[in-house]
């Protein structure tokens, strides 16, 4: 079937740029009301809203007219919005849903409030930005709906004047997107299907199972027989398992088939999830692991890992970690982001110009090599960009690894979870690509349950794959 539509709105090129600082010793405000002193440059930071989806909000540079704009301008994503054909459906009928707005604001040394998307007593509404976006025209090409400069006030202006500007690029771009979803939970091993509007159609198998023992990532890289073993039967495993019952959730794994019958990938759970010392709850110190593999030959290939724990605290959410391996060598993709195990939530992976964005789910993520998770720029890198390129590629990636590559969505514990996946055309040119992505949504919605309180017992499916000895 044909992929689905989807459109992506992309915000960056920010910069904030005020009057030539006056030589006047006195530190005079500007009709803007801004101290424009060159000893007090002034803090500023934009606040992205568009229709229903969270508030993204990042520090943006500041430039004066005297300076050369193309030493502080940054050529970097500052917000990224996914749409549905449904959403933009919608949008269609109600055309002030379309408008995007850009509000920009200055503060003190004290940032506290804005990081937390709240206003602070130092912080003030510098102007705001709108520009009405053609939803319809960006399912089949690119529209840049602005690029340039324009005065705070709304109005575009020729000539320099005394108030602040605000430069600023929007993009509109087709995003055709395969979408796959579950008939049932991992753990009951259920059909997957591809979706394409209100028409389903079969296109992977999923076997649940349980291995005798999780002898870690060596053995099971170095393992010639994995693909056979899928095959067998899991009895013998599971009375070993209750012969010597320990407390810990291990040996899970979930194998994805074709229409054939033929194995195309596998998520394997190769570190046991196990307490921590003292506690009943897997801890980031000693996370659980699963490894994604695509067939090769006579035995499996890995293609990436994913590491899980429960947050500490009173978070009751999923924290992950996820890496890609290229050539056998494993590139850390920072995940940084985390999942309500109460509510579930989306794992997405989505690398536009060396940031990274989540469609419905605001998140924060630390630095790394690849974000994973984060609603918006963690910071700003100098450079020459010019129009509305954005630093659109990351340096060590090729160009097909470019924008959105995946998203996960999973529900809660204790409720059923049905997984969908979205996977970026681009990232899909056979059967085992989009059998990767499945399996790897598998790993994240089996890891809510392997991360459940050892204290709580594990969902009945579970308890009777696996039979594993947990209070």
């Not at 590139?331 to 794992?347: M, Q, R, Y």
């Amino acid at each position: 079937m044909d992929p689905c539509s989807f459109v992506r709105i992309i915000v960056g090129n920010l910069a904030v740029r005020f009057p030539a600082p006056s030589s006047s010793t006195s530190s005079e405000p500007s009709v803007s009301g801004i101290n424009t002193s060159s000893a007090s440059a002034p803090n500023c930071y934009c606040k992205i809203k568009f229709k229903s989806f969270p508030r993204q909000i990042v520090t943006v540079p500041v430039i004066f007219r005297t300076e050369s704009e193309s030493e502080t301008r940054c050529s970097t994503v500052a917000a990224c919005f996914s749409l549905s054909k449904a959403q933009i459906e919608a949008s269609l009928k109600k055309p002030k849903l379309s408008v995007l707005s850009v509000e920009t604001y200055s503060r003190g040394n004290d940032v506290t409030g804005a990081s937390c998307g709240l206003a602070s007593a130092s912080e003030k509404l510098l102007g705001r930005f709108e520009v009405s976006l053609d939803l319809k025209a960006a399912e089949t090409k690119t529209c840049l709906a602005h690029n340039g400069w324009v005065a705070l006030s709304g109005k575009r202006r020729n000539k320099p004047g005394s108030d602040p500007e605000l430069h600023v690029s929007v993009r509109v771009e087709p995003d055709p997107r395969f979408v796959f979803q579950f008939d049932g939970e991992p753990e009951c091993s259920p059909q997957v299907f591809q979706v394409q509007g209100n028409t389903k159609q079969a296109v992977f198998t999923c076997k649940f199972g349980a291995r005798n023992s999780s002898s870690g990532d060596r053995n099971l890289l170095h393992s010639s027989s994995m693909m056979s073993e899928t095959r067998s039967s899991c009895i013998s495993s599971m009375k070993s398992e209750k012969e010597q019952p320990s407390k810990e959730r291990k040996g899970w794994s979930v194998t994805v088939h074709d229409l054939s019958g033929s194995p195309v990938a596998m998520a394997s759970m190769v570190t046991p999830f196990v307490p921590s010392p003292g506690s009943n709850r897997v801890t980031r110190s000693s996370p659980g692991a699963w490894l994604i593999l695509r067939p090769d030959g006579c035995t499996w290939k890995p293609w990436g890992r994913l590491e899980a724990w429960r947050e500490a605290g009173y978070s009751d959410s999923l924290g992950y970690r996820f890496e890609l391996f290229q050539d056998g060598i494993a590139t850390e993709v920072s995940a940084s982001s985390s999942i309500s195990l109460k509510n579930g939530g989306s794992f997405v992976i989505d690398v536009t110009g060396g940031t990274t964005t989540v469609g419905s789910t605001p998140t924060t993520s630390p630095q790394g090599s690849l974000d994973l998770g984060s609603g918006s720029s963690s910071g700003s890198r100098p450079g020459s960009g010019s129009g509305s390129d954005f630093g659109y590629l990351l340096p060590q990636h090729p160009a097909q690894s470019r924008g959105f590559v995946m998203s996960a969505s999973v529900e809660g514990v204790g409720k059923q979870s049905k997984p969908e996946v979205e996977v970026g055309v681009t990232h899909v040119t056979c059967t085992e690509d989009a059998a990767a992505h499945v399996a790897l949504a598998a790993a994240v919605d089996l890891s809510l349950d392997a991360c459940r309180l050892f204290s709580q017992k594990l969902r009945k499916e579970l308890r009777q794959q696996s039979q594993l000895g947990v209070v």
